[in-house]
């Protein structure tokens, strides 16, 4: 990856940027459970919103990647992680999605949680699963026909789980 990427939290001035970034992924469909019609408003809201520490991942004062650190569940059950993760058309298969990776299991540590699980990787998003696979999370279970997948209809999503 370009040694130029820096990462940084997510500001409120950041919302264009990301949603420029956001908007043709979930649009797309195959990757992501949101509404490809989702409203800009109602996609900002969740990416931003306060029960997550968002990311950036920027180049030459461009955002090219975005992800998010959460708990799991609540409670009891929050010391466990949960991560998003979207990188721009532009920056696709350059690397910058195994450097947000890497990054963010870094924070996760940091911020001590004992493990990050991801409870919907949808199968056939493939590169997806290469890359998490690749920096050591393991398939932990399947739940069939979980995912309207746009163009094969009903496809399984993984969940994957790494110990921190």
Known sequence: MNPEISFR??????????WQLIQPIIRKGGTYVF???ISEESMMKYWLNSDKKTFV????GEILGTFYIKPNQPDLGNHICNAGFMVSEKASG???GKAMGK??????????YLGMQFNFVIKT????????????????????EAYRHPQLGLVPALIMYQKL
Request: proline residues 4%.
């Open 35 to 37: 509404d490809p019609q």
């Open 103 to 112: 990054f963010a299991l870094g924070e996760a540590r940091r911020l001590g």
């Open 9 to 18: 939290k997510a500001q409120e001035e950041d919302k264009d940027s990301l």
């Open 125 to 144: 998003n493939e590169n997806a699963v290469k890359l998490w696979k690749s920096l050591g999370f393991e398939v932990i279970g399947e739940i069939p």
């Open 94 to 96: 350059k690397g910058l």
């Open 57 to 60: 991942a920027e180049s030459d």
